[in-house]
């Protein structure tokens, strides 16, 4: 389990990170805080805290709220690929409303969930009377949109005692530099098209498809068989 959590030492809230092995006792990092406040100037150089975080491929993602000397809480946003070291957006993932809206003061608590190919993000919003606290909704496309397909489950008539060579079939739905990775019991292979062997019976063949810190997955059984019936032959005696 791993968890990101605000506090405040009494005069500033930074964000900390926490595991533990069966969700009930924690042990902090002891490099917190994970998530500081950011340079002067910015949106967030007087405080951040209530953070939000999914992992969607490789890349965990942090939705947060910030503060500045100058302005109240904005959402702001931060990627990581260990969950530790986070490189964040210099400008607000979500600001304000228009003057007079209902979120027009500050918006704050985000909650966040990857719906297929699209962010979706519950806040709390806080307009002109600086004291209504209401929760909006709002979203946003995923860049994330590329998905794995191992092909088509094969028998292949299985050529000596111990198995035979199969071609396998990767494609990934989008983009181009993609990376194939196959993996299976007792075996990796890489590329769209590898041949590999594998021993009689059945296996179960992964495929991951990567492109920076997007990735989706993607399973085909292979079963290696003797199906040709056994030649015999009659002599006369």
Not at 26 to 55: C, E, H, M, R
Not at 74 to 94: C, F, K, M, Q, V
């Amino acid at each position: 389990y791993k968890m990101w959590y605000g506090a405040y030492d009494g005069s500033t809230y930074r964000i900390g990170y926490a595991v533990s092995t069966d969700g009930i006792v924690w042990s902090k990092y002891s490099g917190n805080p994970v998530l500081n406040v950011g340079t002067p100037g910015t949106f967030d150089n007087a405080g951040v805290t209530q953070p939000s975080v999914i992992k969607e491929g490789n890349a965990y993602k942090m939705w947060y709220q910030g503060a500045s000397s100058l302005a109240p809480w904005r959402i702001g946003y931060a990627e990581s690929s260990d969950g530790i070291t986070w490189n964040r957006n210099s400008n607000p993932d979500l600001s304000v409303g228009n003057s007079g809206s209902w979120d027009s003061f500050f918006v704050a608590d985000p909650a966040v969930i990857l719906d297929g190919d699209t962010y979706k993000m519950w806040y709390v919003g806080v307009g002109n009377d600086r004291f209504t606290h209401r929760i909006g909704y709002a979203t946003k496309p995923s860049p994330c949109t590329i998905k794995a397909d191992a092909g088509a489950g094969q028998v292949v008539e299985q050529a000596s005692s111990s198995g035979a060579s199969v071609t396998l079939n990767g494609f990934a739905s989008t983009g181009s530099n993609i990376t194939y990775s196959w993996s299976w019991s007792g075996g990796t292979a890489t590329g769209a098209n590898p041949t590999i062997f594998l021993p009689s019976g059945t296996t179960t063949v992964t495929l991951t498809v990567s492109k920076g810190s997007c990735s989706s997955t993607d399973s085909v059984a292979i079963a290696i068989q003797d199906t040709q019936p056994p030649i015999t032959s009659a002599t006369t005696p």
